[in-house]
């Protein structure tokens, strides 16, 4: 892919980034290189300064108003994905992601129903749908980090038989593995939940961080996608997670359950969160093509670090977002007693051992559900120079426990 623009992975050092207040390079020391949470270590597109600077220099901060983040949002997915199916008279802005995943499971499911996920994953899924009422049931994606529709349609049963309604939480793409779903596996799942009675919720919101080599495909796009609802946001793709604001999508039959949206859902909006989102989707193309060449290359980069200096731990490269699900068990470190997933922590198992011995912080995989014991997950959305000097620290920490 050629760009006329720079690599925004290479344009901050260490010492600007410290200056950030934002959770990734504030919960921890300045002796740890924080490599956890996924916020991206970039300066913000230029269309996206240029209309937040525009906003506040104009006074322009008053409340969210209208559809323009969905009309950008509706224009990007036909320009990027080929997808002509969104409808703005679909759409409702809520105030992010999980928030807007918590309301649309409100609208298809009621208090004590089940909610599948594929494990492991995003730890807030567990969370969240347990203080909405909701009973999380495991479905995990097989060894090649795929949806494994045995394992879906035993779940699915487990959900029925429990009696009320039963929603099927969709990572797409999948964090933490990078899976990429394919028209296919969305076309089976879409089937499988038809027969089970099982309405889908697709959280989409890494849709623009799909690498060299994979395609999106939007979930509400499949056959039999039409009566499910998504949730897609400019956040992940352009680090605007600060300035709060999504959009939930329905299919055409889900229509009249996205009516019943509480109205005081939308007031949750940030005003100049929808500036940023819009101004991102409508003009952050190029910036976006930047950004996708530089994870490429540290998505690859960081193949090589791992084989020079943790040739034990498994690396399956992402096919989409900037973070790594490593398999450390090799590392032979103590998990300690069974983490509670859905809590986001970094005192368990391989995690623990490299915020301490390499001062390093990144994810523990406990806290993904199962199959993540002996994890951990890496976000690499930083420049060559501070991911090489993470893995070689890591490294050193691996070696001393021989
Ligand atoms: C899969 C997934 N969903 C939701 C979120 C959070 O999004 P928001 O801040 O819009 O709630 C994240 C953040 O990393 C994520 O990875």
């Known amino acids: 892919m050629t760009t006329a623009l720079p690599n925004p992975l290479q344009q901050l050092t260490a010492a600007q980034l410290r200056q950030r207040t934002s959770a990734k390079w504030r919960e921890f020391p300045a002796d740890v290189l924080p490599m956890w949470v996924a916020e991206m270590d970039v300066l913000p597109a230029e269309p996206v300064q240029r209309a937040l600077i525009g906003a506040i ?160 495909v939007p979930y509400l796009s499949v056959p039999g996608g039409d009566d499910g609802l998504s949730l897609m946001s400019a956040s992940k793709g352009w680090n605007l997670a600060g300035l709060k604001a999504a959009v939930a999508v329905a299919g055409p039959r889900s229509a009249a359950d996205l009516a019943r949206v509480p109205e005081e859902v939308s007031h949750g909006v940030s005003h100049l969160g929808m500036i940023a989102h819009t101004a991102a989707l409508r003009d952050g193309g190029d910036w976006l093509d930047a950004l996708l060449a530089g994870l490429d290359r540290n998505r690859s980069r960081l193949a090589e670090l791992l084989a020079e200096h943790l040739p034990t731990v ?73 991911l090489t000097e993470g893995i070689r620290r890591m490294g050193r920490a691996a070696r001393e426990l021989d």
């Open 57 to 216: 220099r104009a006074g322009d901060t008053g409340y969210a108003h209208g559809t323009g983040y969905a009309e950008a949002l509706r224009d990007f997915a036909s320009r990027r994905w080929g997808w002509e199916g969104l409808a703005v008279e679909l759409t409702t802005v809520v105030p992010d992601v999980m928030l807007g995943v918590v309301e649309m499971l409100r609208l298809v499911t009621d208090p004590g129903d089940c909610v599948v996920v594929n494990s492991p994953v995003y730890p807030p899924f567990y969370a969240f749908v347990r203080s909405s009422g909701r009973r999380v049931v495991e479905a995990p994606l097989n060894g090649a980090h795929r949806v494994d529709l045995d394992a879906l349609a035993a779940a699915f049963e487990r959900a029925g038989r429990s009696g009320g309604r039963a929603a099927y939480l969709l990572c797409n793409p999948h964090n933490p593995t990078g899976t990429v779903h394919t028209a296919t596996e969305l076309a089976a799942v879409a089937a499988l939940a038809a027969e089970h009675g099982v309405r889908v919720v697709a959280d989409e919101i890494h849709a623009p961080l799909v690498l060299p080599g994979a395609d999106f």
């Open 314 to 386: 498994g690396y399956r490269p992402p096919e989409a977002t900037f973070l790594a699900w490593l398999d450390c068990t090799a590392l032979g470190v103590d998990e300690g007693p069974a983490a509670e997933p859905g809590l986001v922590t970094l005192s368990v198992g391989a995690a623990a051992m490299f915020l301490q011995r390499a001062k390093v912080a990144v994810s523990a995989g406990a806290a993904f559900g199962s199959g993540g014991a002996g994890h951990i997950r890496l976000n690499y959305a930083t420049s060559t120079e501070l």
